[in-house]
Protein backbone atom coordinates (compact mmCIF):
# COMPACT_ATOMS: atom_id res chain seq x y z
CA UNK A 1 0.00 0.00 0.00
CA UNK A 2 1.29 3.07 -0.94
CA UNK A 3 2.22 5.86 1.58
CA UNK A 4 -0.29 8.27 -0.09
CA UNK A 5 -3.08 5.51 0.48
CA UNK A 6 -2.10 4.74 4.00
CA UNK A 7 -2.28 8.48 4.62
CA UNK A 8 -5.41 8.89 3.35
CA UNK A 9 -6.84 5.99 4.74
CA UNK A 10 -6.03 6.83 8.09
CA UNK A 11 -7.81 10.69 7.43
CA UNK A 12 -11.09 8.96 6.17
CA UNK A 13 -11.37 7.03 9.48
CA UNK A 14 -10.55 10.02 11.67
CA UNK A 15 -13.08 11.69 10.26
CA UNK A 16 -15.33 9.52 10.40
CA UNK A 17 -14.92 8.93 13.80
CA UNK A 18 -14.54 12.00 15.09
CA UNK A 19 -18.15 12.74 13.00
CA UNK A 20 -19.41 9.34 15.66
CA UNK A 21 -17.85 11.47 18.43
CA UNK A 22 -19.39 14.65 17.80
CA UNK A 23 -23.16 13.39 16.91
CA UNK A 24 -23.42 11.53 20.18
CA UNK A 25 -22.91 14.89 21.82
CA UNK A 26 -25.20 17.01 19.65
CA UNK A 27 -28.34 18.18 21.79
CA UNK A 28 -30.26 17.87 18.25
CA UNK A 29 -33.30 15.57 18.19
CA UNK A 30 -31.37 13.55 15.46
CA UNK A 31 -28.85 14.66 13.18
CA UNK A 32 -30.76 16.29 10.40
CA UNK A 33 -29.98 19.57 9.28
CA UNK A 34 -33.48 21.13 10.07
CA UNK A 35 -33.15 19.53 13.52
CA UNK A 36 -30.26 20.92 14.44
CA UNK A 37 -30.90 24.32 13.16
CA UNK A 38 -34.43 23.87 15.54
CA UNK A 39 -31.94 23.40 18.31
CA UNK A 40 -29.89 26.60 17.55
CA UNK A 41 -32.72 28.41 17.57
CA UNK A 42 -34.62 26.87 20.66
CA UNK A 43 -31.02 27.30 22.26
CA UNK A 44 -31.77 30.25 25.38
CA UNK A 45 -28.90 32.68 24.33
CA UNK A 46 -26.17 33.02 21.25
CA UNK A 47 -23.64 31.21 23.90
CA UNK A 48 -26.00 28.11 23.98
CA UNK A 49 -26.38 28.34 20.13
CA UNK A 50 -22.79 28.60 19.82
CA UNK A 51 -22.40 25.63 21.72
CA UNK A 52 -25.10 23.64 19.75
CA UNK A 53 -23.05 24.67 16.52
CA UNK A 54 -19.89 23.40 18.11
CA UNK A 55 -21.49 20.45 19.34
CA UNK A 56 -23.11 19.64 15.80
CA UNK A 57 -21.19 20.63 13.10
CA UNK A 58 -20.02 18.62 10.46
CA UNK A 59 -16.61 20.52 9.30
CA UNK A 60 -17.99 20.90 6.03
CA UNK A 61 -20.26 22.94 3.65
CA UNK A 62 -23.33 22.10 5.95
CA UNK A 63 -22.03 24.07 8.86
CA UNK A 64 -23.10 27.25 6.63
CA UNK A 65 -26.37 26.93 7.85
CA UNK A 66 -25.95 26.54 11.08
CA UNK A 67 -23.72 29.17 11.15
CA UNK A 68 -26.23 31.77 9.72
CA UNK A 69 -29.12 30.61 12.97
CA UNK A 70 -26.41 31.25 15.14
CA UNK A 71 -25.62 34.43 13.81
CA UNK A 72 -29.45 35.82 13.82
CA UNK A 73 -29.48 33.99 16.84
CA UNK A 74 -26.41 36.27 18.46
CA UNK A 75 -27.86 39.29 16.37
CA UNK A 76 -31.08 39.60 18.19
CA UNK A 77 -28.90 40.33 21.19
CA UNK A 78 -27.50 43.16 19.56
CA UNK A 79 -27.55 44.27 16.05
CA UNK A 80 -30.87 47.06 16.90
CA UNK A 81 -28.61 47.85 19.91
CA UNK A 82 -26.10 49.05 17.07
CA UNK A 83 -25.14 52.51 15.97
CA UNK A 84 -24.57 53.20 12.34
CA UNK A 85 -20.49 53.42 12.40
CA UNK A 86 -20.68 50.55 14.59
CA UNK A 87 -22.77 48.50 12.21
CA UNK A 88 -20.35 49.09 9.39
CA UNK A 89 -17.69 47.62 11.61
CA UNK A 90 -20.18 45.21 12.47
CA UNK A 91 -19.98 44.35 8.90
CA UNK A 92 -15.98 44.75 8.54
CA UNK A 93 -15.63 42.10 10.56
CA UNK A 94 -17.81 39.74 8.91
CA UNK A 95 -16.08 40.56 5.75
CA UNK A 96 -12.70 39.94 6.77
CA UNK A 97 -14.76 36.20 7.49
CA UNK A 98 -15.74 35.79 4.32
CA UNK A 99 -12.69 36.50 2.62
CA UNK A 100 -10.19 34.71 4.64
CA UNK A 101 -10.66 31.63 3.05
CA UNK A 102 -12.00 33.01 -0.36
CA UNK A 103 -9.41 31.44 -2.54
CA UNK A 104 -8.94 28.01 -1.05
CA UNK A 105 -10.63 24.56 -1.83
CA UNK A 106 -12.52 22.33 -0.04
CA UNK A 107 -15.66 22.56 2.39
CA UNK A 108 -13.51 22.65 5.48
CA UNK A 109 -13.66 26.19 4.46
CA UNK A 110 -16.57 26.77 3.98
CA UNK A 111 -16.99 25.53 7.80
CA UNK A 112 -14.51 27.28 9.07
CA UNK A 113 -15.91 30.50 7.54
CA UNK A 114 -19.50 30.20 9.21
CA UNK A 115 -17.86 29.11 12.02
CA UNK A 116 -15.60 32.30 12.30
CA UNK A 117 -18.86 34.36 10.99
CA UNK A 118 -21.01 33.17 14.25
CA UNK A 119 -17.47 33.51 16.63
CA UNK A 120 -17.72 37.45 15.45
CA UNK A 121 -21.67 37.63 15.96
CA UNK A 122 -21.00 36.08 19.73
CA UNK A 123 -18.28 38.38 20.47
CA UNK A 124 -20.73 41.50 19.45
CA UNK A 125 -23.18 39.96 21.47
CA UNK A 126 -20.95 40.04 24.56
CA UNK A 127 -19.67 43.56 23.90
CA UNK A 128 -23.37 44.72 24.26
CA UNK A 129 -24.04 42.78 27.74
CA UNK A 130 -20.87 45.14 29.13
Request: aromatic share 6%; glycine share 6%; charged share 20%.
Amino acid sequence: MSLKLRVASVALLMALSTAAAVAADCPAKSTQMDDIVAAINAAPGCDAAMTVFGACESGASGDVQLGTAVEKKCEGDFLSHLTTPQKHAYQRDMDVCDRKYRNKSGTMYLSATAFCRAQIAQRYAHKTRK
